[in-house]
T-cell receptor, first 110, second 113 residues
Framework: GQQVMQIPQYQHVQEGEDFTTYCNSSTTLSNIQWYKQRPGGHPVFLIQLVKSGEVKKQKRLTFQFGEAKKNSSLHITATQTTDVGTYFCAVRGSQGNLIFGKGTKLSVKP | EAGVAQSPRYKIIEKRQSVAFWCNPISGHATLYWYQQILGQGPKLLIQFQNNGVVDDSQLPKDRFSAERLKGVDSTLKIQPAKLEDSAVYLC???????????FGPGTRLTVL
């Protein structure tokens, strides 16, 4: 079935440093979604990418969808302590359901 | 707009006992999902409803798990009997359309002793 690999599993950064998480698939994706889950919280939708090579920005967050639509990345510029949490990518399964990656857990040292 | 509601928030039971979780999706959202999230992992779909019909339950352990959404609104997920490996957070999510963003409830943290 559809799978998506997400790396790294953990990332520890100093506040102000940049952070990037990557999501890779062996098959071409129709779209990809990104979610953030704060510690003890539930996943919250960040964005959906649909087009090949698409780049979207949300303040300090930059999302990219690869040209071949097999990979995606989330980049955070100048991390803040409020960025702490686990970032998940999610792709569509055959029934329209979402298949989540294992997530990248970000910790930020003040 | 009210979000997805779930109850209880926490539940501790002993193995072989039964437990039920409840979810009320956002009003007007036809699609409802139940996920299991084991510590350190991403949410894994258990079952997907479209209105009161099941779209996908391929990963639901049907020997012990059951779910229903009788009137196409709120839903219950039951585990009977529970095993130690069922300890997880059970998340309910809803969407207006299948391809839209999913809105998650706060989840129910289940501990099986």
């Amino acid at each position: 079935g559809q799978q998506v690999m997400q790396i790294p599993q953990y990332q520890h950064v100093q506040e102000g440093e940049d952070f990037t998480t990557y999501c890779n698939s062996s098959t071409t994706l129709s779209n990809i979604q990104w979610y953030k889950q704060r510690p003890g919280g539930h996943p919250v939708f960040l964005i959906q990418l649909v087009k090949s090579g698409e780049v979207k920005k949300q303040k300090r967050l930059t999302f990219q969808f690869g040209e071949a639509k097999k990979n995606s990345s989330l980049h955070i510029t100048a991390t803040q302590t409020t960025d702490v949490g686990t970032y998940f990518c999610a792709v569509r399964g055959s029934q329209g359901n979402l298949i989540f990656g294992k997530g990248t857990k970000l910790s930020v040292k003040p | 707009e009210a979000g997805v509601a779930q109850s209880p928030r926490y539940k501790i039971i002993e193995k072989r006992q039964s437990v039920a979780f409840w979810c009320n999706p956002i009003s007007g959202h036809a699609t409802l999902y139940w996920y299991q999230q084991i510590l350190g992992q991403g949410p894994k779909l258990l079952i997907q409803f479209q209105n009161n019909g099941v779209v996908d339950d391929s990963q639901l352990p049907k020997d012990r798990f059951s779910a229903e959404r009788l009137k196409g609104v709120d839903s219950t997920l039951k585990i009977q009997p529970a095993k130690l490996e069922d300890s997880a957070v059970y998340l309910c999510a809803s969407t207006f359309g299948i391809s839209n963003e999913q809105f998650f409830g706060p989840g129910t943290r289940l501990t099986v002793l």
